[in-house]
């Protein structure tokens, strides 16, 4: 039985872990996004390893079973390190497994978690004293087992630069194009959704359960138009008010209605909308960020630059010095 290595690429190495009784979706999100050889996107693509804490044979759902002959030394060595979940959300992380992790993270890789990956996460102490994310069913268990971690069940991933958590496995997919996003922009990163049929972007902060009925056709309706109307119109100036009108609702009825359709608030989709509308411009054109903030709705180009660094995680300097040749 050959070792699995998706070692096609020849960008920054990725390592992925397998674990006894997974789920071979949570696996599947990985390397799709990773492993695939993309020779039409003309960039430096990762190289993939799947790895699990002893080489050998690692069973999964459904009766089947996964061989790789890499172990904890590979899976430690990668520039990008994903634990996808963990057996057991009440058992103890091997030894072996925290020493990794910590290991790969002193060294300076990235270290992700999907869904229950991020109780390995926290066993290695690497989410102390941070924000962290993981499915709402495991919020409050995390919180129990480690004190020092800010779990923060409301969102879909939290990116903490160097440490990155998300919530189920569908979540995993948003936080795995958001690190595409962040190491090859959005173009990119967008090319990859098309490939996988999915949104080529959901914010982190979006949230992972909205636990409230179900919106009328009509009610959901009227706010998608308005969504689709302020899409066409960035550069006005655009408030709840203006919203909620489109939509012929009061504006206390439109905030509850948008939230329990989107999990988010009216003016911080219009923010994510914003900021995403300016990325092209900075890509592609040369017009200074004075055009490009006012060209898509900020008041100010102070604005601009805090919402573009808080979301992009670099101000739009950078970001263009980056990805101009995208």
């Known amino acids: 039985m050959a070792a699995v290595r998706l ?3 020849t960008g920054k190495t990725v390592s992925v872990l397998l674990y006894p009784g997974m789920s071979s979706f949570e696996l599947g999100i990985v390397t799709e996004v990773f492993g695939l050889p993309r020779p039409e996107l003309d960039v430096d693509w990762y190289r993939l390893t799947i790895c699990a804490e002893r080489p050998g044979t690692v069973p999964v759902l459904g009766g ?3 061989h790789t002959r890499h172990g904890l030394d590979t899976f430690a060595a990668a520039d990008l390190v ?4 963990v057996s057991d959300v009440h058992g103890d992380c091997s030894p072996e497994l925290v020493a990794a992790l910590r290991r790969a993270h002193d060294r300076g890789a990235r ?8 109780f390995a996460l926290a ?5 102390d004293g941070r924000r ?5 069913q495991y919020a409050a268990e995390l919180a129990r087992r480690f004190p020092r971690v800010e779990v923060d069940a409301d969102v879909l991933y939290v990116d903490g630069d160097d440490v990155l958590t998300s919530a189920g496995s569908a979540a995993g997919l948003d936080l795995c194009l958001h690190l595409v996003r962040r190491d090859h922009g959005p173009t990119i990163a967008t090319m990859v959704a098309r490939r996988l049929v999915v949104p080529p972007h959901r914010e982190g902060g979006q949230a992972q359960f909205i636990e409230t009925p179900v919106l009328t056709d009509t009610a959901a309706e009227a706010v998608t138009r308005s969504m689709t109307w302020a899409l066409a119109h960035l550069a006005e100036p655009i408030t709840v008010e203006t919203l909620a009108r489109r939509a012929n609702m009061s504006s206390r009825t439109y905030l509850r209605r948008f939230t329990r359709v989107t999990g988010t608030s009216p003016i911080r989709w219009l923010i994510g909308q914003r900021v995403h509308a300016s990325l092209p411009m900075l890509e592609k054109t040369t017009r200074s960020i ?5 060209s898509v709705g900020f008041d100010s180009t102070v604005s601009y630059r805090q919402h573009f660094a808080r979301a992009m995680r670099t101000p739009p300097s950078a970001y263009r010095r980056a990805f101009r040749a995208v």
Do not use: K, Q, Y
């Open 7 to 9: 070692d096609t690429g």
């Open 64 to 66: 089947a079973a996964i």
């Open 82 to 85: 994903i634990v996808p979940g």
């Open 111 to 118: 270290v992700v978690s999907i869904c229950s990956g991020a």
């Open 123 to 127: 066993a290695a102490g690497l989410l």
């Open 132 to 136: 962290a994310t993981t499915h709402w």
């Open 290 to 294: 004075d055009e490009i903030a006012a």
